[in-house]
């Protein structure tokens, strides 16, 4: 398992974009993890949003096709994701995790897109 610390939420107006970070720690070889951004919003289960596999293929939901970027750096053990266009369907608390999920989730962050 690996111990995870998400950052970069906020409040966006409609169009807007946000990077959120995702810190790793623990042990294991984090550069042959595949990891994954998720989301829930209210009322709705937790989704993936798009992943990332060791090699650096990555794969998206399609609908965040074209406005989120996901990306890594396996030194400093951090997995980005970097969102543009951004709707107010988007909100919800993102978190992430393996890919599949198999760590403990941890707290999220939260993005609001909101006029």
């Known amino acids: 398992q690996v111990q995870l610390v998400e950052s970069g939420g906020g409040l966006v107006h409609p169009g807007g974009s946000l990077r959120l970070s995702c810190q790793a720690s623990g042990s294991g070889i984090f550069s042959s993890r595949a990891m994954g951004w998720y989301r829930q919003a209210p009322g709705k289960q937790r989704e993936l949003v798009a992943a990332?596999?060791?090699?650096?293929?990555?794969i998206y939901v399609d609908s965040m096709k074209g406005r989120f970027t996901i990306s890594r750096d396996n030194y400093k053990k951090i997995v980005f994701l970097q969102m543009s266009s951004l709707e107010p369907e988007d909100t919800a608390v993102y978190y992430c995790?393996?890919?599949?999920?198999?760590?403990?989730w941890g707290q999220g962050t939260q993005v609001t897109v909101s006029s």
């Open positions: 995790n393996d890919y599949p999920p198999t760590s403990t």
């Open positions: 990332i596999l060791g090699g650096h293929s990555t």
